[in-house]
Antibody
């Protein structure tokens, strides 16, 4: 059974950098696309970006160039960095797997990590 | 960028009733890249339907999906108490490559 687990600081200062890591167990990051998705409190879902196991990335244009996603296949992890954060970046952050380039949905999700941007 | 609009925003029904949730896309795209999710409070979303009409592993057959042009429908044939949740539609587009979610439909007990 594939499991994903987010980890990282729960509190980030405004204008700082949000950093999260997703650890995959029961499966390998040497296949598929791996995404970050967030959900502000009481609101809907927003895709942040993904990384392919080859290292290719894409991200939501609405986040401009603030997003960086990397992968460490040797440790079965992938990571998110979001720079210049504001209160609007406060959200539950999920990592998720896309096994078929958009044609099979996100089949496995982490439980989520709540990140609050506040001084 | 494709925009997905879900309706209604809230649907109030009783257990045993039939639920019909809608998602309309701003432009046509391949239904192969369309999915539905269920989210309960405090939980991550769960994949229900992919490719517009294929049930994900372990999803009961009371859940079904269909597509017609830019209109997508999730039907729950007979509501069980555990089905009351928020439902999201989602599509994957290739130009630019990105995933988009609808704003959600809350299915509540009447």
């Amino acid at each position: 059974q594939v499991q994903l687990q987010e980890s990282g600081p729960g509190l980030v200062q405004p204008s700082g950098t949000l950093s999260l890591t997703c650890t995959v167990s029961g499966g390998s990051t040497s296949s598929y696309h791996w995404s970050w998705i967030r959900q502000p409190p009481g609101k809907g879902l927003e895709w942040i970006g993904y990384i392919h196991y080859s290292g290719r990335t894409d991200h939501n244009p609405s986040l401009k160039s603030r997003v960086a996603i990397s992968i460490d296949t040797s440790n079965n992890q992938f990571s998110l960095k979001l720079t210049s954060v504001t209160a609007a970046d406060t959200a539950m952050y999920y990592c998720a797997r896309d096994p078929y380039s958009g044609a099979a949905g996100f089949d496995y999700w982490g439980q989520g990590a709540l990140v609050t941007v506040s001084s | 960028e494709i925009v997905l609009t879900q309706s209604p925003g809230t649907l109030s029904l009783s257990p045993g009733e039939r639920a019909t949730l809608s998602c309309r896309a701003s432009q046509i795209f391949s239904s192969s890249y369309f999915a539905w999710y269920q989210q309960k409070p405090g939980q991550a979303p769960r994949l229900l339907i992919f490719g517009a009409s294929n049930r994900a592993t372990g999803i009961p057959d009371r859940f079904s999906g269909s597509a017609s042009g830019t209109d997508f429908t999730l039907t729950i044939s007979r509501l069980e108490p555990e089905d009351f949740a928020v439902y999201y539609c989602q599509q994957y587009g290739t130009s630019p490559p990105m995933y988009t979610f609808g704003q959600g439909t809350k299915l509540e007990i009447k």
